[in-house]
T-cell receptor
Framework: TQLLEQSPQFLSIQEGENLTVYCNSSSVFSSLQWYRQEPGEGPVLLVTVVTGGEVKKLKRLTFQFGDARKDSSLHITAAQPGDTGLYLCAGRRDSSYKLIFGSGTRLLVRP | SAVISQKPSRDICQRGTSLTIQCQVDSQVTMMFWYRQQPGQSLTLIATANQGSEATYESGFVIDKFPISRPNLTFSTLTVSNMSPEDSSIYLC?????????FGNGTRLTVT
């Protein structure tokens, strides 16, 4: 059973469209990180959210941490082909140093 | 952020052999981790590499199969021993100050 479920698993959209990726759990996380991974490379950290209700923006990407710290979302505005990749959420529980990874969302943005 | 160099980037190995993967960081880090990732899938933690002591392994991973060394605060190795085709995967090194944060580019291993 995956502790962090991401949806959708796959997403294929046209350049210019908006999209939202969800990361859900029944457990509370002390912090949550979002990564993007491209083929042949390791995951690259996009953002870390630590406070319930927190919203962070990174250019066209908007990240939100749920009020109860059990879920998070990533919204991309006007997607570009360069946004193509595997998006992973990862959370830390309590005082554990371990990072629990979500199931991943594979995004394809068509020109 | 830390710059992580992982070697080799890829290898094709025969069943029954062993491969050692190196992870070098450009600055001292408190924690180093090893992950496994099936192509297109999420990441699974293999173990936490502890400097000066034995690595801490996750459920399903054992030291005899995945021996790990961490001689100092900037370097670690992971060995995949007595390989079988089921070990074909991407192996990733991760570093952080109190938890995993940054990742190397991974080693893509194919066992034939």
């Amino acid at each position: 059973t995956q502790l962090l479920e991401q949806s959708p698993q796959f997403l294929s959209i046209q350049e210019g469209e908006n999209l939202t990726v969800y990361c859900n759990s029944s457990s509370v996380f002390s912090s949550l990180q979002w990564y993007r991974q491209e083929p042949g490379e390791g995951p690259v950290l996009l953002v870390t959210v630590v406070t319930g209700g927190e919203v962070k923006k990174l250019k066209r990407l908007t990240f939100q941490f749920g009020d109860a710290r059990k879920d998070s979302s990533l919204h991309i505005t006007a997607a570009q082909p360069g946004d193509t990749g595997l998006y992973l959420c990862a959370g830390r529980r309590d005082s554990s140093y371990k990072l629990i990874f979500g199931s991943g969302t594979r995004l394809l943005v068509r020109p | 952020s830390a710059v992580i160099s992982q070697k080799p980037s890829r290898d094709i190995c025969q069943r029954g052999t062993s491969l050692t993967i190196q992870c070098q960081v450009d600055s001292q880090v408190t924690m180093m981790f090893w992950y496994r990732q099936q192509p297109g899938q999420s990441l699974t933690l293999i173990a936490t590499a502890n400097q000066g002591s034995e690595a801490t392994y996750e459920s399903g991973f054992v030291i005899d199969k995945f021996p790990i060394s961490r001689p100092n605060l900037t370097f670690s190795t992971l060995t995949v021993s007595n390989m079988s085709p089921e070990d074909s995967s991407i192996y990733l090194c991760s570093v952080g100050w109190d938890s995993p944060l940054h990742f190397g580019n991974g080693t893509r291993l194919t066992v034939t």
